[in-house]
């Protein structure tokens, strides 16, 4: 752990002095602190998407961050903000906060440094099974150079790449490259304290321009631990504590906002042309941007993002890889009939309503008002930072309207309308601090917390057997494993069928640095529980979920067929009498494993 720990701070360090030398060319002693941000993003950006266009072989969505950087880097040095913060300052408290997130996330428990894996359930959170297929797609990136999620490619073959966010995934593959660590290792000790240092330092440049005095600092410092320590009451839960999502999508959020704030439009629409490549889904905010201050952009803004976009689909249009899609799996007509069918104004009706009455909404409405009162009271209208995260929050939402039916995961646009608008809280704490009026930001402050005790001891309730991880390691050797979950009784809890379909996903995948994948092999269980879920995931997930191998041949036929190295069966599958007379490799509490080197006699 202390390499990974030594490993990452220096990659901080190297992602600062590259993002500094290419915007700068030589080293600037001072400059404010969002160029120090902005430097050590643009840094990162540059060495990230730079492996990756090497190892992908140039096929990559990164491809497109490299121009846009070199477009963006003469806006970035027009930058002009009175406060200065030294260079050494910033790189001090940078890995300061980095070394004491590395930490933070374990609580200080320091058993973890001899003991990591039994953390790793504590920093992801109850959702575990979303921890496997992060640790998974990281390693399919990073041992094939092929950006998919999709673990079908191991069974049928690699065809193209999959619409996803792949940065943190390249750089967590760099720093295996240099390190070769268990990938939910590198994820999770590398690669979220990274990010979530990111995340406070742009929570931090939000205020910086405004920083004089001491007072003004320590009230800061205040909010800063607040956000990471104790969370924002109904807003956000503590940094420390956020996942995957979060920690990557609030900085580049807070990036582009502040920069709208500071009416920089060329450098916020390059900011978040970056944050598309980094997820799709910050397309409509994207396209927001440039609707709404479309009179404020240069004749070649307008055409960049163009350029941009056409790029961006012929990207996927060229290299979108032939397998069923995990998030549009209906064709063109039958999405476009489910997205304007008959109940099309109820859900308008419904989202709207609810979105309305929620309290991010309030949080937007309140900045509203505080930013543009004298405006509105005039009835002028004004475009501003605060209207541009208006109508994201409105455009959010109703693309959530119309892809509700089509898409199991629509639900991650009203997270992203929801998380966009909470930003909005530092902006409202910004209006009165601007104002130097100290004693209300420490109010809301003291209103908006409360106590979450970081040192607390963690609980390790976990039924993990080490045995079979170090089968699968001696049986993977370093290669992919292609094995069969057997168990068509199993259900969808939810909708999220993912940790069921197509493989079920499993931790002790680590064993080969979770290179090991099960596929589902009858879905008439899954499919049989699709029917007990909301009706509105219903159509997507029936024409989603389809069987993988041909039943009629028999799962001795489909092994050989498949060359499938391992078999999970469950004890009360039909299809356990099948293996009778075979010495299991493993036996679980539930489920029986085999191992296969050779074809099986039928």
Same mark, same amino acid.
């Given at each position: 752990?202390?390499?990974? +720990? ?11 002095? %590259? ?26 950006? +540059? ?24 477009? &963006? ?30 930490? +933070? ?9 001899? @003991? ?10 109850? /959702? ?49 490259? !240099? ?29 910086? /321009? ?31 504590? $956020? ?5 990557? &999508?609030?900085? $580049? ?24 490549? *980094? ?9 927001? $941007? ?19 976009? %056409? ?24 999405? *476009? ?8 104004? @109820? ?15 309030? *949080? ?13 009271? /005039?009835?002028?209208? %004004? ?14 939402? +109703?693309?959530? %309207? ?20 909470? !930003? ?35 609980? &390790? ?54 290179? $090991? ?10 499919? @049989? ?74």
């Amino acid at each position: 752990m202390i390499t990974i +720990l030594a490993l990452g701070v220096l990659l901080f360090l190297v992602f600062y002095l %590259v993002g500094s030398f290419f915007l700068q060319l030589r080293f600037i002693n001072q400059c404010s602190f969002l160029q120090h941000v902005l430097s050590f993003w643009v840094g990162l950006l +540059l060495v990230v998407s730079v492996y990756a266009v090497i190892k992908a072989a140039f096929v990559t969505i990164l491809f497109l961050v490299l121009p846009v950087l070199f477009w &963006m880097r003469p806006m970035i040095l027009a930058f002009t903000i009175d406060v200065q913060t030294s260079s050494l300052r910033f790189v001090c408290g940078a890995i300061s906060t980095y070394v004491f997130l590395f930490f +933070l996330q374990v609580n200080f428990q320091f058993d973890f440094l001899q @003991n990591p894996f039994n953390y790793l359930d504590h920093i992801h959170g109850e /959702d575990a099974e979303e921890r496997f297929i992060y640790s998974s797609i990281l390693s399919l990136l990073h041992y094939t150079g092929v950006e998919t999620i999709s673990p079908e490619a191991v069974l049928k073959g690699f065809s193209g790449v999959s619409m996803y966010h792949f940065v943190e995934f390249w750089l967590g593959s760099l720093f295996k490259t !240099l390190h070769n660590e268990k990938s939910d290792y590198v994820l999770f000790y590398f690669v979220y304290p990274l990010f979530k240092t990111f995340g406070l330092l742009t929570v931090f440049a939000v205020f910086a /321009d405004k920083i004089k005095g001491r007072n003004s600092l320590l009230l800061v410092l205040v909010v800063i631990f607040c956000y990471l320590v104790l969370g924002i009451r109904w807003v956000f839960e503590p940094a420390y504590r $956020m996942q995957l999502r979060e920690i990557v &999508m609030i900085p $580049m959020f807070l990036l582009a906002s502040k920069s709208l704030q500071l009416k920089y439009y060329s450098v916020t629409v390059a900011l978040l042309m970056i944050a598309t490549v *980094v997820n799709i889904l910050f397309l409509p905010a994207l396209l927001v $941007m440039a609707g709404l201050f479309f009179c404020k952009l240069r004749k070649w803004n307008i055409i960049a993002v163009v350029i941009f976009l %056409v790029l961006y689909v012929l990207f996927f249009y060229f290299f979108k890889e032939q397998v069923r899609d995990k998030y549009l799996s209906t064709g063109i007509v039958e999405t *476009v009939s489910l997205a304007l069918g008959d109940s099309l104004i @109820n859900r308008t009706y419904r989202v709207l309503l609810l979105a309305f009455l929620s309290y991010p909404f309030r *949080v937007i409405l309140s900045f509203l008002v505080l930013k543009n009162y004298k405006m509105l009271k /005039d009835k002028a209208l %004004v475009f501003d930072l605060a209207y541009w995260i208006l109508f994201c929050f409105l455009a959010y939402h +109703l693309a959530f %309207v119309v892809l509700a039916k089509v898409s199991v995961d629509s639900d991650q646009l009203k997270r992203m309308a929801y998380l966009l608008t909470s !930003l909005a809280f530092f902006f409202v704490l910004y209006e009165f601090f601007k104002k130097r009026q100290f004693a209300v930001c420490f109010v809301i402050m003291l209103l908006m917390t409360d106590f979450h005790y970081p040192l607390a001891k963690i609980s &390790m309730k976990r039924n993990y057997d080490h045995e079979l991880e170090n089968k699968v390691a001696s049986l993977g050797k370093g290669k992919f494993l292609r094995g069969l979950f057997v168990d068509e009784n199993e259900q969808l809890p939810n909708q999220w069928y993912l940790y069921f379909y197509p493989t079920h996903v499993t931790e002790y995948a680590r064993g080969n640095d979770y290179r $090991m994948h099960l596929f589902t092999y009858d879905v008439s269980g899954l499919r @049989n529980s699709i029917s007990k879920l909301a009706p509105l995931d219903q159509p997507a997930l029936y024409k989603t979920i389809q069987p993988l191998f041909s039943i009629e041949k028999g799962i001795i036929e489909n092994i050989n067929h498949h060359e499938i190295d391992l078999v999970w069966v469950s004890k009360d599958s039909r299809y356990l009498s099948t293996f009778k007379g075979l010495t299991p490799f493993h036996e679980l509490e539930e489920y029986l494993i085999y191992s296969f080197e050779s074809p099986i006699a039928q």
